[in-house]
């Protein structure tokens, strides 16, 4: 084993590198550090034949663990896939613990750390034989077949049969997790080794979880700063030197970034020993930082309109950020030089570092958010403040400053409380099923513009599901190991590997929802953009009915609303028996799924005037509400009333 600062260096990388010339079409490069002379040397081995690159042929039944679940849906979700090699079945128990510490080093590094939507899942693959082979000719019965020395390099470990082992991979990822972003193979070996590529080797020598890290930075599109082979421009290499145009020229002298040369070419990195792509204890460079932060931004469906692959953005000038939008990504809009005018909706809480580093032309800001998102300098860093006039709701100055919206030229003219008419719109539970398209509703006063077809409503389709009493033992070999049945016209997901199959136990199961098509009575705002407040008159009906009285029935006395007004007020009034007199009342008002709407007191004997609206500021929606109500009197009695008022607007 050797000391951990020696490790560090030893980032072994494999580059797929196809030569312009005839007898280089039939190899690739494997780039391997040479621990005499601290320089990497390259190896030419055959190029893996690919024999069906999207094959879905008989693969044996090995089990799949969910090592961390994404917590949005799966369109909108990044999977890691962790194969093992060299793992016996005795051994997989250690294969999952140490996968589950490469998944959580991955997932725990920033940009990835920022992210929710990613999914790590391990295929606990069984090889006959533990371990890896020594030499490419002295292979043994693992399953992709990983040996050391090759290339006759001793710290390159890949495939011995290039053509074999990827296939193999290729096979099982088909299979199991077919949706697969990134392809990992943990080989059960101390002895240190690794390559990395399409698919990222490491054996479990030391530090085996930083190399991973390091590696992962590959299959999303950066490429190594310690070394460099002519392939091609990337995000982070770049045969351009020129400070003006240079592809990350909108990070020069900030964070370490500059123009670095390349140790005897003619190519230029954007850090000298400080990041992981040269040395694996240090963070991402903001360069690397925003091309990933970039890619997994496509995958959780998040707008990014930062730096590319190429060059900066240069062409976007206005910009309404989307609707409904909770948070403004860290390097957003980086190097939008042309960017002018920008909208915040009030939705968002969160603006991330460098959201936009040097967007020179920015001149006006419209911030919709009455409690504002917290900023320092580097979020607008490089834009003059003094040039830009930002618009916020009334009354808010104070919040903004605080919130670190200083040097501004700020304007308070937007009305917080302006509101939408919605005449003629449904409320959110009337909306017609098979509505194609987008489509207008109202939820708890507001207006909603639908972003799916059939918002609104659960569509579960059961055909090609297994019905409980038909399922046996083999059906659990499923990507994650979770299982679907069907049971009591309902469809199921089992919870855990210890499942009783023979007797139906709905602990063991998790409810999905019944089969076919029925209106989702729980509003889901990823469905829905916020358009508004609606600004409509609101018809109170009197349906006081006494539920409970401490003191008398007599409907003379308790909770007494006016009769059938038009208003944007309800005033409730509480009557006590002998005209004795209140000196405090307390109102708490619930819908009828027993949510807390509002919460009131007025003092003596005067009505209490309930606005209409939530907690939350919004109007409510059409319903029964519960009215509660203690009442402590003069001569020192308390009273409780209940009662029922309905709204229509």
Not at 412 to 427: L, Y
Request: proline content about 3%.
């Amino acid at each position: 084993m050797f000391k951990k600062k020696i490790m560090i260096f030893f980032i072994l990388t494999l580059i797929l590198f196809i030569g312009a010339q005839t007898n280089q079409e039939d190899v690739i490069y494997l780039s391997v550090p040479n621990h005499e002379t601290r320089k990497f040397e390259m190896v030419a081995v055959p190029k893996p034949e690919v024999l069906n690159e999207k094959s879905v042929r008989a693969v044996p039944d090995f089990v799949v663990d969910t090592l961390i679940r994404s917590k949005k849906p799966s369109l909108e979700s990044m999977s890691f896939t962790i194969l093992g090699d060299g793992f016996t079945a005795t051994q997989q128990d250690a294969f999952i613990m140490s996968a589950k510490s490469v998944a959580d080093s991955v997932t725990k590094r920033y940009p990835f750390s920022i992210f929710d939507n990613i999914n790590v899942y391990a295929i606990r693959v069984i090889s006959n034989v533990s371990g890896a082979g020594r030499l490419p000719n002295e292979i043994i019965d693992n399953y992709f077949g990983s040996v050391f020395n090759v290339g006759g390099t001793e710290r390159l470990l890949w495939y011995a049969n290039p053509s074999a082992g990827s296939q193999k991979v290729r096979d099982l990822i088909n299979h199991y997790t077919p949706n697969a972003n990134l392809t990992m193979i943990l080989v059960n070996d101390l002895r240190y080794g690794g390559s990395g590529g399409e698919v990222a080797f490491s054996s479990l020598g030391d530090l085996y979880q930083q190399v991973m890290i390091h590696e992962v930075g590959h299959a999303l599109g950066l490429s190594d700063e310690y070394w460099h082979t002519q392939v091609a421009e990337s995000p982070n290499r770049t045969a351009n030197n020129n400070s003006s145009t240079i592809r990350w020229r909108h990070w020069l002298n900030l964070e370490n970034i500059g123009i670095f040369q390349f140790s005897g070419q003619n190519w230029f990195k954007p850090t000298n020993n400080k990041c992981t792509m040269e040395w694996i204890e240090y963070e991402f460079c903001k360069v690397c930082a925003t091309q990933l932060t970039r890619n997994l931004a496509q995958k959780s469906s998040e707008e990014f309109y930062g730096w590319g692959t190429v060059a900066a953005q240069t062409s976007l000038t206005t910009k309404d950020i989307i609707q409904s939008t909770v948070r403004v990504l860290p390097y957003a809009y980086v190097g939008n030089e042309q960017l002018h005018t920008l909208t915040i909706p009030a939705s968002a809480t969160y603006i991330g570092e460098y959201a936009f580093l040097r967007c020179y032309d920015l001149t006006k800001i419209t911030n919709n958010a009455t409690i504002p998102q917290i900023i320092d300098n580097k979020t607008f860093y490089g834009v003059n403040r003094e040039n830009v006039t930002l618009h916020i709701p009334v009354g808010t100055k104070a919040a903004y400053l605080a919130a670190g919206w200083t040097d501004f030229n700020i304007i308070e003219d937007i009305d917080p409380d302006e509101e939408i008419n919605c005449d003629g719109v449904s409320d959110f539970k009337e909306v017609e099923m098979g509505t194609a398209g987008a489509i207008k509703a109202v939820y708890e006063g507001d207006l909603y513009m639908s972003k799916v077809d059939n918002a609104g409503w659960i569509n579960i389709d059961c055909d090609g599901e297994k019905n409980f009493e038909d399922i046996d033992m083999f059906d659990v070999m499923v990507p994650g190991g979770y299982l679907k049945v069907v049971y009591d016209g309902k469809l199921w997901e089992n919870k855990d590997f210890g499942t009783n199959y023979t007797t139906f136990d709905e602990n063991q199961w998790t409810l999905l929802g019944e089969c076919g098509s029925k209106r989702d009575d729980v509003f889901k705002p990823e469905q829905w953009v916020l358009i508004g407040s609606c600004d409509n008159d609101t018809t109170i009906i009197d349906t006081t009915i006494s539920i409970f009285n401490t003191k008398t029935t007599d409907n003379r006395f308790g909770i007494m609303f006016e009769n059938n007004i038009v208003s944007n007020e309800a005033k409730i009034n509480v009557v006590l028996p002998n005209n004795e007199k209140a000196i405090e009342t307390k109102i708490v008002i619930y819908d009828m799924t027993g949510n807390i709407v509002f919460v009131g007191a007025v003092a003596h004997d005067r009505p209490l005037i309930w606005d209409l609206k939530n907690q939350n500021g919004r109007i409510i929606a059409n319903g029964t509400y519960l009215v509660i109500a203690e009442v402590k009197s003069a001569n020192g009695k308390t009273y409780h009333y209940s009662a029922k008022l309905g709204v229509r607007k």
